[in-house]
């Protein structure tokens, strides 16, 4: 089993930053790959990056890239998801998602678990 708790989002101006922090507790962190997911209103669920276990691969979504950048810290437990310039079109719920058995995936049927997700709101 494995428990996870974002935090960090909120209403920001065209722009600007939010650091979303995802939480894992249960089973050992270091030994499964991460993803973020997002989904805004009307939409599909959208991948927007993952991470390996140990954090050397990451990947982006081109939507994003060269704005969001993924991390992790397997001694406290969490992956961050960074991200800087935001637009009104970054507007969505951001999940974190746990795959146990992979290296993450663009696919969120890969992913085993979820968090319960957090608003992100960008303002023109």
């Known amino acids: 089993q494995v428990q996870l708790v974002e935090s960090g989002g909120g209403l920001v101006q065209a722009g600007g930053s939010l650091r979303l922090s995802c939480a894992a507790s249960g089973r050992t962190f270091s030994t499964y790959a991460m993803g973020w997911f997002r989904q805004a209103p009307g939409k599909e669920r959208e991948f927007v990056s993952r991470i390996t276990r140990s954090g050397s691969f990451t990947y982006i979504a081109a939507s994003v890239k060269g704005r969001f950048t993924i991390s992790r810290d397997n001694a406290k437990n969490t992956v961050y998801l960074q991200m800087n310039s935001l637009k009104p079109e970054d507007t969505a719920i951001y999940y974190c998602?746990?795959?146990?058995?992979?290296?993450?995936?663009?696919?969120?049927?890969?992913?085993?678990?979820w968090g319960q997700g957090t608003q992100v709101t960008v303002s023109s």
């Open positions: 998602a746990a795959d146990l058995d992979g290296t993450g995936s663009r696919s969120s049927n890969e992913y085993d678990y």
